[in-house]
């Protein structure tokens, strides 16, 4: 049965992997599983979420728009993630679920695979967008040959709303000196703190250069600690979504307010010009 291959959503932790398209998303969660099996390429690829998560066995499982699943095998997961094999989305694919082994250390952990924000295709942003409530921890991939677009920016401050915890992934360092790097992290640092006040905390990665360092560092850094109290955690994620829905509230409640004060003010300015002297006597 799926409850035996997959935990229940209400003891997993969703740590989603953002960012641009051909950002590298699906290349950093290839590297942290030890295999290819999320379908990588020259163009955008992702076209549907895909969630990682521990399995005793590598299995997959596809839920369609209404609710209905079913098992497929590993090398068919292209068939159904990518815009290339299913464009448009036309099989109407919700999400694919991946039992990975590799994730047996994390079992509390379900890594989130989300097709590219601002792609020719616009369904695959909208797609990402639609998902991006569920997210309880982020890590927003941000490529060091173009870092910080505005796009980018849009989502780590929508995210910071959404998610506890958040983490900027620099990926593909391997094409900057060790002081151009440093450079870029000074860049970001200083974004962060003029967009969202505070500064976050950047991971540099490649899987081209000290590939095992760069993994080493992503385990400790970010898997670990998500797991060492996972009903805190999920606290945390709880209390931070009700506190952002009631920021939320109270904001769309002032925009009302003073679209009803407008209102009133307009009425009586209108009252005042038709009911002039003449009119009143």
Not at 7 to 34: C, H, M, P, W, Y
Not at 158 to 169: F, Q, T, Y
Request: aromatic content about 4%.
């Amino acid at each position: 049965p799926y409850t035996t291959l997959f935990r229940s959503d209400e003891t997993l932790i969703d740590v989603a992997v953002l960012g641009q398209f051909k950002s590298g998303k699906s290349s950093l969660l290839n590297a942290v599983i030890g295999s290819n099996l999320l379908p990588v390429g020259a163009v955008p690829v992702t076209a549907v979420i895909t969630r990682l998560v521990a399995g005793k066995k590598s299995t997959a499982r596809v839920t369609d728009l209404d609710g209905n699943s079913e098992s497929i095998s590993l090398d068919r997961i292209a068939d159904f993630v990518t815009e290339a094999l299913n464009p448009g989305n036309r099989r109407r694919v919700a999400m694919v679920d991946v039992g990975v082994s590799a994730l047996r250390d994390w079992p509390n952990l379900r890594l989130v695979d989300t097709p590219g924000l601002g792609s020719t295709f616009g369904h695959n942003t909208q797609a990402t967008k639609d998902w991006l409530p569920n997210v309880a921890a982020a890590l927003v991939v941000v490529s060091a040959d173009r870092p910080l677009s505005d796009d980018e920016r849009a989502l780590i401050v929508d995210v910071r709303k959404l998610a506890p915890r958040v983490w900027v992934i620099l990926s593909k360092i391997d094409l900057l000196e060790p002081q151009q790097q440093t450079e870029v992290i000074a860049f970001l640092q200083g974004r962060f703190r003029e967009y969202i006040g505070t500064e976050l905390p950047v991971i540099p990665f490649s899987i081209r250069r000290d590939r095992d360092q760069c993994i080493a560092r992503l385990r400790e850094e970010v898997l670990v600690p998500l797991v060492e109290s996972p009903a805190r955690e999920r606290q945390a994620v709880f209390v931070h979504k009700v506190r952002g829905l009631a920021t939320a509230c109270v904001e769309y409640l002032k925009i009302a307010l003073q679209s009803a004060v407008r209102v009133t003010a307009d009425r009586q300015r209108l009252r005042a010009a038709i009911l002039d002297e003449t009119v009143q006597e």
